[in-house]
């Protein structure tokens, strides 16, 4: 199992709701990320995972708060967001934070809509 | 801080060689990645550079100088499917920078 599984594909939630996004991988990786993609934009880093435990947090509001139960699995739940976190939200992850030659394996992302 | 620069847009002709400039000034540096990404997907790794010179893979080959910060991909024999956003990627601290990408119109 080659693949970074995300789910759901596309999300819309109003303003009040509480949701959350999954990402899972069996690729043995080590480090798990999340990554917001606006339109025509670059990934930009949220939060890092290093052996389960929270290494990076990129400043991200509150209102975002990731989760890894296992080292398979990463979660993002989400409540009170605004219509401007409205993204594409990626998960990567790589065998490890420090072992970085074959870059990443993205997920194919959930597509959110606040509204 | 991170400053990653790239060509907005290219174009290029099917069959052609393209190459996509990459110029860099960060903090730290651990690597150099490009990724390449269609409309609407996710960025699926192509190359890694870590140490000076030209690594190559297939039609994609990708050049690295650490002195000069600054890093190519090129791309032989442009297939109508290479159309793509190319994104350079420089790795710090554990977490990836990515520049703005370089959208890349193949041509008939």
């Known amino acids: 199992d080659t693949e970074v599984t995300q789910t759901p594909k596309h999300l819309v939630m109003g303003m009040t709701n509480k949701k959350s996004l999954k990402c899972e991988q069996h690729m043995g990786h080590r480090a798990m990320y999340w990554y917001k993609q606006k339109a025509k934009k670059p990934p930009e880093l949220m939060f890092v995972y290093s052996y389960e435990k929270l290494s990076i947090n990129e400043s991200v509001p509150s209102r975002f708060s990731p989760e890894c139960p296992n080292s398979s699995l990463l979660n993002l739940h989400l409540h009170a967001l605004q219509p401007e976190d409205s993204a594409l939200y990626l998960c990567a992850s790589s065998q490890e934070v420090g072992q970085i030659n074959y870059g990443y394996t993205f997920g194919s992302g959930t597509r959110l809509t606040v509204v | 801080g991170q400053n990653i620069d790239q060509p907005t847009e290219m174009t290029a002709t099917e069959g052609a060689i393209v190459q996509i400039n990459c110029t860099y000034q960060t903090s730290g540096f651990n690597g150099l990645f490009w990724y390449q990404q269609h409309a609407g997907e996710a960025p699926t790794f192509l190359s890694y550079?870590?140490?000076?010179g030209l690594e190559e893979k297939g039609r994609f080959s990708s050049f690295l100088s650490r002195s000069k910060g600054y890093s190519y991909l090129l791309l032989k024999e442009l297939q109508m499917k290479d159309s793509a956003s190319y994104l350079c990627?420089?790795?710090?601290?554990?977490?990836?920078?990515f520049g703005d990408g370089t959208t890349l119109t193949v041509k008939p």
């Open positions: 990627a420089v790795r710090d601290a554990g977490k990836s920078t």
């Open positions: 550079n870590v140490l000076d």
